[in-house]
């Protein structure tokens, strides 16, 4: 199975700050084909189901804040939130969608500094 | 809008089996991959498996091989999970989720509100 690990496990960041997030991935999740590659990134509040933030690595989901932004390639991927907001507090999930079985990085949980 | 709609939270007891659907609006189950994701308490998420909802093929996580079950009911634009032989380990909130075809595998939009179940003698 591909084994994804995100980094930090959490953060604190102010208000209007940015906040990064990586995740890296066992074995590269790129297709040299396409040039696609399968990696998925998800916001889920306390209490509720996660939601879908990007998926291709940087397109970002329907109705998404532009402030959520994708990159990397390969086997090292970013989540950044350019401007982070009250509402962004949050676990963040990055998912490999490359192999079966698809798999989840750990969780990152982003807070208010 | 675009919904997976799930039933209720269960209480069962070790050895029990669970049955939980999860009912498609706003579009076309037959349409779309439809995949089940577990999260036990304070844990991440594990992906359980997913069913063609076409075929009614069917590929599960190797560690429920034998113990879990996925089927669509078309008429009905309803998926169901039955997990037998429970045990505490099977606590968790269990989320249906529509996949997302990318040529291997699936990304998840949108997901189901969630199912508590919940294992206890």
């Known amino acids: 199975d591909i084994v994804m690990t995100q980094s930090p496990d959490s953060l604190a960041v102010s208000l209007g700050e940015r906040a990064t997030i990586n995740c890296k991935s066992s074995q590269s999740v790129s297709y040299s084909s396409n040039n696609k590659n399968f990696l998925a990134w998800y916001q889920q509040k306390p209490g509720q189901p996660p939601k879908l933030l990007i998926y291709w690595a940087s397109a970002r989901g329907s109705g998404v804040p532009d402030r959520f932004s994708g990159s990397g390639s390969g086997t090292n991927f970013t989540l950044v939130i350019s401007s982070l907001q009250a509402e962004d507090v949050a676990v963040y999930y990055c998912?490999?969608?490359?192999?079966?079985?698809?798999?989840f990085g750990q969780g990152t949980k982003v807070a208010i500094k | 809008q675009v919904q997976l709609v799930q039933s209720g939270n269960e209480v069962k007891k070790p050895g029990a089996s669970v049955k939980v659907s999860c009912r498609a609006s706003g579009y076309t189950l037959t349409n779309y991959g439809l995949d089940w994701v577990r999260q036990a308490p304070g844990r991440g998420l594990e992906w359980m498996g997913v069913?063609?909802?076409?075929?009614?093929?069917?590929k599960y996580a190797d560690g429920l091989q034998g113990r879990v079950t996925m089927t669509t009911d078309t008429s009905t634009n309803t998926a169901y999970m039955e997990l037998r032989s429970l045990t505490s380990d099977d606590t968790a909130v269990y989320y249906c989720?529509?996949?997302?075809?990318?040529?291997?595998?699936?990304?998840?939009?949108?997901w189901g509100q969630g199912t508590l179940v919940t294992v206890s003698s």
């Open positions: 989720v529509r996949g997302e075809a990318s040529g291997r595998g699936h990304w998840f939009d949108p």
């Open positions: 069913i063609n909802t076409v075929t009614g093929k069917t």
């Open positions: 998912q490999q969608y490359y192999d079966s079985p698809v798999t």
